[in-house]
C-alpha cells in the first residue's frame, strides 16, 4: 500500500488515515473573535465516514458514478466532506473560481455541462438568476441556508445516506479505476479564457506522493490553508487542516491578525499562502516584531514571490524553516520547486541580470525540455524542434502529475499537448524559460505576453527582473505596442506607497540604459495599483495594462 492509500480512486487516501489515526482532528473550523459560532471539528474517521454516508446520500437523490458535478461551496467541513463523497460515489466534481465573476462561472459552466450542482444560498441564486446549467443540471443540493426550489438539504442528504449506512453503493469498492476522470479543475483565465482540465485519481495520487515527499507533508502537520485546492490535499496526507475566516478569491486582502492568531493558537507547521497574502502577512507582523515560529514551512505559489517579501517572511520563521515556491500549473503541478534560501543566496542575482525567475530544479519523476518557440500546434516534437543550451524557449513537461486533456476542448488539447521523442506526452506550458548548467529552470515570462521588436523578443520577467530591488519601485510590467515584430515596448512601473513619480522616473530610465536587454525601453509610465488575477491577486494582468498603454501612448 501507498503511504496515503491504495491507489485507485483517491478517497482510499482519507481511508488510510481514517485507519492509521481515526481520533486525530482531520478538519477545524476555530473560533474567531467577533464571529458568533464556535469551533468544529472532526476526526479522520468521522470525515471518511461522513463521505460514505454522504455519498450513499446523494445516490439515493439520483446522482451516479461518472456525473460531473458542480459544487460552489466555500471551505467547510461540509464542503470537505461533500467532495470527498463525490470522490467516494465515483462522480466528478467540477471545481470553478467563484472570482471569474458571473459571466466567467457561467461561460465555465456552458463547457462542464454538469447535471448535479452543490451550492451555498449565494450560488444557488445565481444558478436560478442567471440560468446556469438550465439545459444540463438535472438535481442539485442546497448547504446553509435554504432557497425555495433550488434543490434538497445537505441534512437532508446526510440523513438518506445514514438511513442506508448498510447498503452498497452503485457499484463495488470504490467507483473510479486509478485512471478515471477524478475531478475537473478550471484554470483562473489569468492569461486566457478558463479552461477545465481532467484530473484523473492517479494525478491526484502523484501529487500527493511528489508535494508530501518534496515538503515533507504528513501526519502531526498542522496546516492553514488560504487557497482552496490545496486544502484538499491536507486530509489525504493526513495533515490537520485549521481553516482561516476569508474571502478566498481576495487573499491579497486577508485579515493578517486572524492569521497570526490562527497560526499561534493552533500551533501550525504549515501555511500555503499567494505572494499578495504573503506580502500582507508581512506588512503586519515585521513592524510589530511577530514571529510565526512553529511553522516550519511556508509555500507560495501563482506567481513569483518579490524578494522583498521572501526576506521579511523569513524573519517570521524559525531557524531551519524556510518559505518555499513550487512551480507549475493547474495542468501539471509540481514540476520544479526553490527555497527563499536558494534565491535570496544567489539566484536573486541572475534575476537582477535579466535572466527570469530561477524557479528551480525539477521534482523527481518530472522531466522538463526547452522547445524553439512556436504559437503554432505540435503533435510531436524531435531534438530539432529543442532549443540549444541557455537558450529560451518553451517549457514543456512530462511526468506523473501531468495531466491529459481539456474536458471538450480538443482544439486547445492540441495546442497544449505534444508527444516527445521518449514517446510521454508533454504539456506546453505557455511559459518561456531556460535552464542553467547547474539543472536549475529559469523562468521568463509567458509566451503569449513576449514583445516582438524589430531588434529581437523581449520577454517580460527577464526584463522587469532589472529593476527589481530598485529603491521606490515595487513591480513593474513590461507590455508591447504595435504588430509582432515591430512593436514598441512600454514598462509600466507600481512604485512603493507615498513615493513620488517625479523623482522615481529619472532612476527608472537610469536603470533601463544600463541593461541592453532594457535600454530599447524609452516609455514608461505610471499605475499606483497593477490589476492582478482573481485566484492569487499575484499574476499581472499585462493585457490589461497593454491596452491601457494604447489609449495613452501615441
Given at each position: 500500500m501507498s503511504p496515503v492509500g491504495r491507489e485507485g480512486n483517491i478517497v482510499a487516501a482519507l481511508e488510510n488515515q481514517a485507519r492509521t489515526q481515526p481520533a486525530f482532528p482531520a478538519l477545524v473550523e476555530p473560533k474567531i473573535p467577533g464571529?458568533?459560532?464556535?469551533?468544529?471539528?472532526?476526526?479522520?474517521?468521522?470525515?471518511?465516514?461522513?463521505?460514505?454516508?454522504?455519498?450513499?446520500?446523494?445516490?439515493?437523490?439520483?446522482?451516479?458514478?461518472?456525473?460531473?458535478?458542480?459544487?460552489?461551496?466555500?471551505?467547510?467541513?461540509?464542503?470537505?466532506?461533500?467532495?470527498?463523497?463525490?470522490?467516494?460515489?465515483?462522480?466528478?466534481?467540477?471545481?470553478?473560481?467563484?472570482?471569474?465573476?458571473?459571466?466567467?462561472?457561467?461561460?465555465?459552466?456552458?463547457?462542464?455541462?454538469?447535471?448535479?450542482?452543490?451550492?451555498?444560498?449565494?450560488?444557488?441564486?445565481?444558478?436560478?438568476?442567471?440560468?446556469?446549467g438550465k439545459s444540463t443540471i438535472?438535481?442539485?443540493?442546497?448547504?446553509?441556508?435554504?432557497?425555495?426550489?433550488?434543490?434538497?438539504?445537505?441534512?437532508?442528504?446526510?440523513?438518506?445516506?445514514?438511513?442506508?449506512?448498510?447498503?452498497?453503493?452503485?457499484?463495488?469498492?470504490?467507483?473510479?479505476?486509478?485512471?478515471?476522470?477524478?475531478?475537473?479543475?478550471?484554470?483562473?483565465?489569468s492569461t486566457g479564457p478558463a479552461k477545465g482540465v481532467v484530473y484523473s485519481h492517479s494525478h491526484f495520487f502523484s501529487?500527493?506522493?511528489?508535494?508530501?515527499?518534496?515538503?515533507?507533508?504528513?501526519?502531526?502537520?498542522?496546516?492553514?490553508?488560504?487557497?482552496?485546492?490545496?486544502?484538499?490535499?491536507?486530509?489525504?496526507?493526513?495533515?490537520?487542516?485549521?481553516?482561516?475566516?476569508?474571502?478566498?478569491?481576495?487573499?491579497?486582502?486577508?485579515?493578517?491578525?486572524?492569521?497570526?492568531?490562527?497560526?499561534?493558537?493552533?500551533?501550525?507547521?504549515?501555511?500555503?499562502?499567494?505572494?499578495?497574502?504573503?506580502?500582507?502577512?508581512?506588512?503586519?507582523?515585521?513592524p510589530r516584531g511577530l514571529r510565526l515560529e512553529t511553522l516550519g514551512r511556508i509555500v507560495s505559489a501563482g506567481a513569483p514571490v518579490p524578494f522583498d517579501v521572501v526576506a521579511r517572511v523569513k524573519t517570521l520563521l524559525s531557524a531551519g524553516a524556510d518559505v518555499h515556491t513550487p512551480y507549475g500549473a493547474t495542468e501539471a503541478l509540481p514540476v520544479a520547486s526553490i527555497s527563499g534560501s536558494e534565491i535570496l543566496g544567489g539566484t536573486r542575482e541572475g534575476t537582477e541580470q535579466g535572466l527570469g525567475v530561477c524557479v528551480g530544479r525539477p521534482m523527481s519523476e518530472m522531466e522538463v525540455r526547452i522547445l524553439k518557440i512556436?504559437?503554432?500546434?505540435?503533435?510531436?516534437?524531435?531534438?530539432?524542434?529543442?532549443?540549444?543550451?541557455?537558450?529560451?524557449?518553451?517549457?514543456?513537461?512530462?511526468?506523473?502529475?501531468?495531466?491529459?486533456?481539456?474536458?471538450?476542448?480538443?482544439?486547445?488539447?492540441?495546442?497544449?499537448?505534444?508527444?516527445?521523442?521518449?514517446?510521454?506526452?508533454?504539456?506546453?506550458?505557455?511559459?518561456?524559460?531556460?535552464v542553467d548548467g547547474r539543472g536549475r529552470l529559469w523562468m521568463c515570462g509567458r509566451k503569449s505576453q513576449r514583445v516582438e521588436t524589430a531588434q529581437g523578443p523581449l520577454y517580460t520577467e527577464s526584463v522587469e527582473g532589472i529593476f527589481t530591488g530598485l529603491e521606490g519601485v515595487r513591480r513593474t510590467a513590461l507590455v508591447g505596442l504595435g504588430t509582432s515584430g515591430a512593436k514598441k515596448p512600454v514598462l509600466w512601473v507600481e512604485p512603493e506607497e507615498n513615493i513620488p513619480w517625479e523623482g522615481l522616473l529619472p532612476r527608472i530610465r537610469n536603470r533601463a540604459q544600463g541593461h541592453p536587454m532594457s535600454a530599447r525601453i524609452t516609455t514608461f509610465l505610471y499605475e499606483p495599483a497593477f490589476p492582478v488575477d482573481i485566484r492569487h491577486n499575484s499574476k499581472i494582468q499585462r493585457e490589461v495594462l497593454a491596452k491601457r498603454a494604447g489609449k495613452l501612448v501615441s
Open positions: 464571529l458568533r459560532r464556535t469551533e468544529r471539528s472532526v476526526t479522520f474517521s468521522e470525515l471518511f465516514d461522513h463521505s460514505t454516508v454522504l455519498a450513499k446520500g446523494l445516490a439515493q437523490h439520483g446522482f451516479a458514478p461518472g456525473d460531473r458535478v458542480a459544487v460552489f461551496v466555500p471551505p467547510s467541513i461540509e464542503s470537505f466532506a461533500l467532495i470527498f463523497g463525490l470522490f467516494r460515489l465515483g462522480a466528478t466534481p467540477v471545481m470553478i473560481d467563484p472570482g471569474l465573476g458571473i459571466r466567467g462561472m457561467g461561460h465555465c459552466l456552458e463547457q462542464a455541462r454538469p447535471s448535479g450542482f452543490l451550492g451555498i444560498a449565494k450560488a444557488q441564486v445565481a444558478r436560478l438568476l442567471f440560468g446556469w438535472q438535481r442539485s443540493v442546497q448547504v446553509g441556508p435554504s432557497v425555495p426550489w433550488a434543490g434538497v438539504g445537505y441534512k437532508e442528504i446526510f440523513r438518506a445516506g445514514a438511513r442506508e449506512r448498510n447498503a452498497d453503493l452503485p457499484t463495488a469498492g470504490y467507483s473510479g479505476s486509478h485512471s478515471s476522470p477524478a475531478a475537473i479543475l478550471f484554470t483562473s483565465g501529487q500527493l506522493r511528489l508535494l508530501g515527499g518534496h515538503f515533507q507533508l504528513g501526519p502531526g502537520d498542522i496546516d492553514i490553508p488560504t487557497f482552496p485546492l490545496f486544502g484538499l490535499f491536507g486530509p489525504a496526507l493526513g495533515m490537520r487542516e485549521v481553516i482561516p475566516v476569508m474571502d478566498f478569491t481576495r487573499p491579497a486582502q486577508v485579515d493578517p491578525t486572524m492569521l497570526t492568531d490562527l497560526v499561534k493558537n493552533h500551533k501550525a507547521t504549515s501555511l500555503f499562502g499567494s505572494p499578495a497574502l504573503l506580502r500582507r502577512l508581512c506588512s503586519f507582523s515585521v512556436s504559437d503554432e500546434p505540435m503533435a510531436t516534437f524531435g531534438e530539432k524542434d529543442l532549443a540549444w543550451p541557455r537558450e529560451v524557449g518553451e517549457i514543456a513537461v512530462a511526468g506523473p502529475v501531468v495531466t491529459r486533456e481539456y474536458f471538450g476542448r480538443p482544439d486547445l488539447t492540441a495546442l497544449h499537448k505534444t508527444i516527445g521523442p521518449d514517446g510521454r506526452m508533454y504539456h506546453r506550458m505557455g511559459d518561456l524559460g531556460h
